[in-house]
């Protein structure tokens, strides 16, 4: 029964996931506030899934009044020194900003598909970039086009074409952790969470860009997949972010630094740590495990 009991309050916590209801800035907002807001003039919606033409959606697969820059093959990130899935040069993410009609003053909304945590892994890449970037104005359709859909939200035939704007970036350093710095941090005792699967944090499996299996030694475990509910297509409330953190004995606003393989799954546990639980003190190795073990020096655990 008690069991049971938690099943069900950890449900409540995913299908409650802080979303905004008015016009204010949220970190996430819900498929009603997309619906009531899309046609805004300062909101610009993202749709970042891919191939879309491809699938049963019909005549009308796009979210009306958006734009379409898939998370994939749009450029929002690149190989870099052999380490793939990298942040771009700034003025490479930037002219692909302001070529989506995304100016300083835009409220962004990204819309993934929201299947499971690997797809909203996407989002929370995409929206850390524009955080990078010194762009607050961002926002996640919480359960993606999944809740967009459900909820009766209008589809189109073809995407928006967007007119360029003039976007300009203010580089916020302190989100982005590089190699030196998640060595600096290990030699401090700061905490580096490892967002992967279980068993890839264990040395069980690996991904293929990583050399070889394990970890940063000394990381903790945060699954990107305990962050995101497949069922409820909904991102955990703060209250259950807190109670991962509490579980790896992460204090509510320690400094840490969440990685993964290639910085794709580190930025659903940093928008939870960062932006959900409220811990400013969040940054992300984007080279994550493919640059770590890439000189055969560094070690893993």
Request: aromatic share 8%; hydrophobic share 40%; net charge negative.
């Amino acid at each position: 029964m008690r069991n049971a009991i938690f099943a069900l309050a950890l449900a409540a916590g995913f299908a409650g996931a802080a979303t905004a209801q008015a016009t204010e800035v949220t970190p996430l907002v819900n498929a009603q506030w997309v619906i009531d807001h899309a046609g805004d003039d300062n909101v610009v919606l993202i749709d970042i899934r891919g191939d879309v033409e491809n699938t049963d959606l019909g005549d009308t697969p796009y979210v009306a009044h958006a734009v379409v820059a898939p998370y994939a093959t749009a450029g929002w990130r690149t190989e870099i020194q052999g380490v793939p899935g990298q942040l771009p040069e700034i003025d490479d993410v930037v002219e692909l900003i302001s070529s989506l009609g995304v100016d300083d003053s835009s409220h962004v909304v990204i819309v993934p598909w929201g299947t499971d945590s690997s797809d909203f892994g996407g989002a929370t890449r995409v929206y850390w970039t524009f955080k990078y970037l010194g762009h607050d104005a961002v926002s996640i359709l919480d359960g993606g086009w999944r809740q967009y859909d459900a909820a009766g939200g209008e589809r189109v035939a073809a995407p928006v074409e967007p007119v360029k704007a003039t976007f300009t970036a203010d580089v916020q350093p302190q989100l982005l952790a590089t190699t030196a710095q998640v060595e600096a941090a290990r030699e401090r005792g700061v905490k580096l969470i490892d967002g992967r699967p279980a068993a890839q944090y264990r040395g069980e499996s690996k991904s293929p860009v990583v050399r070889v299996n394990g970890t940063i030694p000394g990381a903790l475990n945060i699954q990107n997949g305990d962050l995101y509910s497949a069922e409820y297509a909904s991102f955990a409330d703060p209250e259950v972010v807190a109670s991962l953190a509490k579980g790896v004995g992460l204090g509510a606003d320690e400094e840490n630094i969440a990685f993964c393989n290639t910085g794709h799954w580190a930025s659903v546990v940093w928008f939870g740590l960062s932006e959900i639980q409220g811990n400013k003190n969040t940054s992300m190795y984007d080279g994550s495990m493919a640059e770590w073990t890439a000189d055969e020096s560094r070690p893993v655990e």
